[in-house]
């Protein structure tokens, strides 16, 4: 055989392999519930740390050769999966806001905490008078609980500076964690994350200085491939949030949207019409924004995590979505206000029991779903032959034991890039 067909890592045997291969671009429709799961499966990875083969065990030993030191990993009675990717967080940050919980427990509306100089703000000062060297610690951290839970992209925005100089010091960190976690990490500018304290009398001139100043420097230092924006009643309007986005696109940057979250505003409307990556939240989209997004082909990231935190009534019209064939991805909006959860699982079992997606539509929607709405849909999200080697094994025989005990964490074994980082729920050194 050639040498391209030599396994340093093969895993077979497993009870249920769900590969997730099939035709490009994210699933809809029908097909966002399809997994085909296979029986007695298994992967094999070569030297490179890209997949050689997947299917049945007979099938994938007949198709390579094991190199002399190779592992092989026995799956028995375990489910094998592609890493989770999470398409939507706030990572890098610093302080915590459990004040802000504590009084939105008692009875506190989020935007009124915004509108005091709460919320965001408060995060941002926090953020504002750290160090990079501070913020890259804490984020490191924060990556690998993620990773013991189970994902292996992460999609990381700014936001919590809102100054040019102080989302500079964010993307950087961001870039930092590119090289150094474990995971692939894919930047996002999300300057218009809020109006800062400095400009709140005049949020057309903060939205000039994102447009003047900051994207042009972020997209000069190539720190960040998407650029984001908070469109929400009381933030940014619609005329706004075009404006910095078409600003992006002059630098290069893809476009991206929080939309509909609290309200809707038309946000989803301007996602559609810049045909943005992804249209992020979504909690109060008709079916005309629907429609829309399913003739742009733009995903739709749900974030049942921010919903259930906020003690919203009702998330994501999740199943409205899907009918109309727009792709819906799941992620975690890990940050420290509206939702500190940062377990991909735990946001498969909200998906599930609050938006009502079966446990296949939330299985596609954490892995190839979500890796297309960051742009790594032909790297990741999926195991098939020439994709990273990106792949879970649960301590349990099928993905649908997720959703069920989702307050739980059932990832046995992590592997990224074809190296084996997580064994037993333990994080492995790598020499």
């Known amino acids: 055989m050639a040498a391209g067909v030599v396994a340093t890592l093969q895993i077979e045997h497993a009870h249920e392999l769900v590969a997730l291969a099939g035709p490009a671009g994210p699933r809809r429709g029908r097909e966002q519930g399809e997994v085909a799961a296979i029986e007695d499966g298994a992967v094999a990875v070569g030297e490179d740390g890209l997949i050689l ?69 408060s995060t941002v000062r926090a953020t504002r008078e750290a160090s990079a060297g501070d913020l890259l610690a804490r984020a490191q951290e924060t990556m690998e609980a993620m990773l013991r839970h189970g994902t292996t992209t992460v999609e990381v925005k700014s936001g919590y500076g809102l100054s040019t100089a102080d989302e500079l010091k964010m993307l950087r960190v961001v870039r930092a964690l590119h090289d150094t976690a474990p995971q692939t990490v894919v930047g996002t500018l999300l300057a218009a994350h809020a109006v800062p304290p400095e400009y709140r009398d005049d949020a057309d001139g903060y939205v000039r200085l994102v447009c ?9 230092e190539g720190l960040a491939r998407y650029c984001d924006v908070f469109c929400e ?67 739709a990231v749900l974030l049942p995590g921010a919903s259930f935190i906020l003690g919203e009534p009702h998330g994501a019209p999740a199943r409205r979505m899907i009918e109309p064939g727009v792709p819906v991805a799941l992620a975690t909006d890990f940050n420290p206000g509206t939702c500190p959860i940062l377990s991909m699982p735990v946001i498969v079992g909200l998906a599930c029991l609050r938006l009502g997606l079966s446990p296949a539509e939330a299985l596609v929607a954490t892995t190839i779903n979500a890796a297309h709405a960051i742009g790594l849909g032909d790297e990741v999200g999926s195991l098939e032959p020439g994709k990273r080697a990106d792949l879970l094994i649960l301590d349990a025989p099928s993905y649908r034991y997720l959703p069920y005990y989702f307050a739980a964490n059932l990832v046995h074994t992590v592997v990224k890039d074809g190296l084996v980082l997580v064994e037993e729920g333990r994080r492995q050194e790598i020499e």
């Open 212 to 220: 003047e100043e900051t994207i042009p420097t972020v997209a000069s």
């Open 53 to 121: 083969a997947a299917g049945p065990t007979d099938t994938v030993r007949a198709a390579v050769m094991l190199a002399e030191e190779a592992r092989i990993i026995d799956a028995s009675g375990r489910a094998v999966l592609p890493g989770f990717v999470d398409a939507q967080t706030h990572a890098v940050f610093a302080g915590d806001r459990v004040d802000e919980f504590v009084r939105r427990l008692e009875g506190a509306d989020y935007l009124e905490i915004l509108a005091a100089g709460g919320g965001i703000l």
């Open 233 to 299: 009643q009381g933030i940014f309007t619609v005329e706004q949030s075009r404006r910095v986005l078409g600003a992006g696109q002059k630098h290069g940057l893809v476009p991206k949207l929080h939309a509909e979250q609290k309200g809707r505003t038309g946000g989803a409307q301007l996602a559609a019409e810049l045909q943005a990556a992804s249209a992020d939240h979504l909690d109060h989209t008709n079916d005309e924004d629907m429609a829309a997004l399913a003739r742009a082909g733009t995903v």
